[in-house]
């Protein structure tokens, strides 16, 4: 679809979930270390600031809201800067490091989804007050609903603890089965508070971060192939998830936004997409550094993020995330137009 035809979209609200993928501040308002307020982090975000988002500069979301002619930006919703009538139109309870599975957002004691679930409903009380019950109901309705996690279950907490509670309860699979059951749950949740347009997002191959690449010397520091056939099973299930939902619940249009493809393009053909670093980062020495390790190391940092694929060991860069999100949207959100 044109640029054009995007820009006369009538979606009235892009309302996000997830982790660090999309959390554009909240981590900044709740005492954990999984936060990125500080530079070098959002140095080419608009006035050179960090907001808390884990990047230079803008997130996927925040691209998906511009092509949908809506803000630039989407705000975090514990940031006290907005309120409701900025969130009317664009709204993130994203939570970095967070996952389905309460047990990982209690490694770093982030925001779990659960409460972003709670959070959406004092929402959706402060929205009606604002704006009156029909009027609402219409942006709940029509709004686009975004859910973007699952990473940090799978890389901070399953793999991250051999022989911990959830690697000894559950094999892989049964732990990808027991997530896609909490994707559903969450789905079914959203159903019920009046969401009708519902985007379930995929994991990346996260066996290509620079962190999980540089701690594989036994295999080169090539992508880590363990963990991105992992993502692409979990993806797997959750595509399959989203045909059956969709037949289940009259009136839901669930999407399933899988990046995985995409990103992986860029990391085995990134000259075609103008980039030149793909298994390193910007931030410091590239390996592993991230959050407050990415500052400490910060006159390491590259001159050029646009040259980077990923921005710290974990996350992209800007033009990483603007090229996934243009993918997204021309791919998958246009279904919603």
Known sequence: MAGDELKKAKIPAVIVFGDSSVDAG???FIPTLARSNFEPYGRDFTGGRPTGRFSNGRIATDFISQALGLRSAVPAYLDPAYNISDFAVGVTFASAATGY????SDVLSVIPLWKQLLFYKGYQMKLKAYLGEIQANQIINEGIHMISIGTNDFLENYYAFPGGRRSTQYTISEY?????GI??????ELYGLGARKISLGGLPPMGCMPLERNTNLMGGRECVQSYNTVALEFNDKLSKLVTRLNKELPGINLVFSNPYFIFMQIIR?????GFEVTSVACCATGMY?????CAQNSLLTCSDADKYVFWDSFHPTQKTNQIVANYVVKRVLYKFI
């Not at 599975?101 to 990982?104: E, K, L, Q």
């Not at 994707?183 to 079914?188: G, K």
């Open 183 to 188: 994707a559903e749950n969450f789905v079914r």
């Open 101 to 104: 599975d309460n047990a990982t």
């Open 269 to 273: 053909r990134p000259s075609l997409f």
């Open 26 to 28: 909240n981590n900044n």
């Open 289 to 293: 550094e991230m959050g407050y390790a």
């Open 176 to 180: 990808e089965n027991f997530l896609a």
